[in-house]
Structures are given as C-alpha cells and as structure tokens.
T-cell receptor, first 117, second 114 residues
C-alpha cells in the first residue's frame, strides 16, 4: 500500500540553525514521483520540488536541499541557515504512475516548522 | 503567470444556504482539483477534472457539487452543508492528470458552516 510518513509533527529552531525534515514513503511502483510543498499560515500550498524515482541525484536550490535515497525510501528536506519566513507546515507527497492512487498526490501528515528570531 | 486564484477568501454560511466557491487559472492547465483540508491535517482530494470532464469523485457527499464551465474555471456549489464541513477548500491545477505533473494550488477559501 502507498503511504507517506513524516514522523516529525513539529520542529522549533532558532534562526540561522539548519533543520532537516524527514519523509519516508512506501510504494510498490517502480515509477513514482515525490514532492515537497510548503504551506505558510496564509494557507496556500507552494510547490517546492518534484523528484522522479529514477533520479537519485540530490538537489540544492539556494538554502534548500533535498536528499533522495531509494535504499531507505526517504526523501529528506534540509533548510540551511533557517529564517523566520521559513515558518510553515511542510508536506511531503507521493504520486504513483501505476498504483491505486491514479496518479494523485498522497500526502504525509505534515511537519510544522517554527523558526524563532 | 503561475497563479491559481480562488474566491471568496472567507465564507460563512448557514446550513440551509446555497453558495459557490470559484477557482480560476490561466496557465493553460487541463486538470483541475478540489481538496478539503481540516485544521492540522493534510489536504484530502475531493474531485478531479480532466479536460473539463469529471474524472474522479472521491465519494464526496452530494451536498458538494462541482462544475467546470471551461478549461480555466472550476466551481464548487455548496448546499445544505453541515458544521463538520467547515474547512479550508483548496483548488489546484496541473498541466494534465498523471503522476509526473506538479499541482499548483490556490490560496483557498476558509469555509465556516454555522
């Protein structure tokens, strides 16, 4: 069965600290896609990254980086030198090409990140 | 223009009212979605439209009625709602349906049913 687990419900850090948000997924598909979305208090989900199952290269975008490891079924997200504006709920999501989800997003429960000044 | 707009931002309605939520995108996307999100929970998929046709209804009660008048617009008609339907309703769009398509979300409508 497909599933996304974000074990960290809430994380609180002080500005400029590095923080890693964990995401573990389960799927039987060999072709699938992983996503991270940010939801600030305003409510809108902001797309951050998509990664397909055949591309295990890590990605860096400014202060954000993602570590995809198929061996451990994990797709972790690191924010370097966190800022107050990073405070939000972050969702990891899975989409399977052939699985029961019909290509739709399967969300984790989210991790609420609070960055204090 | 990578934006999905939703109106209204907030809506308060009684259980006997009829209201509509509106969603618009001008990215040329042919897939549009409605999600419901309760507090401290992830979004839950309600409906999917592909090329203006309803392709997925996740067993949503009939008091929610979606409509896709054209490729840019998506409505959600509400009638005889219950207080437990109070939630954030999110609209999203993607180029097509399918697992590789990232979805772009609107800011949502916060609905309160009294």
């Amino acid at each position: 069965a497909q599933k996304v687990t974000q074990a960290q419900t809430e994380i609180s850090v002080v500005e400029k600290e590095d923080v890693t948000l964990d995401c573990v997924y389960e799927t039987r598909d060999t072709t699938y896609y992983l996503f991270w979305y940010k939801q600030p208090p305003s409510g809108e989900l902001v797309f951050l990254i998509r990664r397909n199952s055949f591309d295990e290269q890590n990605e860096i975008s400014g202060r954000y980086s993602w570590n995809f490891q198929k061996s451990t079924s994990s797709f972790n997200f690191t924010i370097t030198a966190s800022q107050v504006v990073d405070s939000a709920v972050y969702f990891c999501a899975l989409s399977e090409r052939d699985g029961g989800s019909q290509g739709n997003l399967i969300f984790g429960k989210g991790t609420k990140l609070s960055v204090k000044p | 223009d990578t934006e999905v707009t939703q109106t209204p931002k907030h809506l308060v309605m009684g259980m006997t009212n009829k209201k509509s939520l509106k969603c618009e995108q001008h990215m040329g996307h042919r897939a549009m979605y409605w999600y419901k999100q309760k507090a401290k929970k992830p979004p839950e998929l309600m409906f999917v439209y592909s090329y203006e046709k309803l392709s997925i209804n996740e067993s949503v009660p009939s008091r929610f009625s979606p409509e896709c008048p054209n490729s840019s617009l998506l409505n959600l008609h509400l009638h005889a709602l219950q207080p437990e339907d109070s939630a954030l309703y999110l609209c999203a769009s993607s180029q097509r349906t399918g697992s590789y398509n990232e979805q772009f979300f609107g800011p949502g409508t916060r609905l309160t049913v009294l």
